[in-house]
């Protein structure tokens, strides 16, 4: 939701454009939490190992049947490198999209973006690591330790050649990671999102990964003053409703209404990839 300029929370009130900007920044890290935990209770799934999903399958973020997809975690440490073997793709579109922690892409992996190293080895990084990695290869710091893979190559009208190239994205482990687990957090879906208990889990939910965006210290700021104040009964009381009742639904609405430009039955979302200090397309 769109952001407004609002006087700081008080102890005295509880101020509802500072709730809603507090509300819908830490949304953003719990939805990744969330689906964190979801991948990886699936059978066979694991850190540094890639799903290679159905062709045709639409139960995934953002589906597109003109492509094979391919998902990881991607979990490093100080001394431990994830690589990233790339095939050679001629004639059709691909990708490889890192997203960090908060949602946030550290970049893409194809022909476009890397025209002198288009497919290969990639090498992941902890933020200041001196790992080394093998001769060759293109290093890519992560921003944290942790980092999503969503991947993705064009059918065209060979859908067997597609398949065959999606098995060729391979990723192995240089060594083995210290991998903490996903932060504590209430579970929820998007029916039924959380009230005050989201703040419950502040400290863990924003110190486990750090956040780019330029503002992040005045939202943090803002959901841990909202946090402070959800420990006190009354203050809850109000939060809860002022959540349930004013901040979700227009939230919810502004999700499905106004997020995205519909075309052809489809929905595209508007921004997506870089944020800024524009939070609230990030928490679409």
Known sequence: MPSQQAPATTTSAVDLQTVTDAYAYLLGRAVVVR?????LMEPGIG????????????????PNLDVAYMEAWIAVDDKTAVLLEVPEVIGRYYTAQILDEWGEVITNINERNYPSHPHGTFAFVAPGSTVKIPDGAVRIELHSRKAKMLARVELKDDRDGAVTLQKRFLMKTQGTPAILPAPPMASFDNEALLGAELFDDVDALIDSAPDVSPVAPQLQAKAREVARLAKDAQH???LNLMIKEQIVPKFQQYAATQSGVTKNQWVATIGTGNYGADYSRQRD
């Open 47 to 62: 850190y540094n190992v890639i799903k290679y999903n159905r062709v045709g399958a639409a139960d995934f973020v953002n």
């Open 35 to 39: 689906q964190e935990r979801t991948d």
């Open 236 to 238: 809850r009381k109000s």
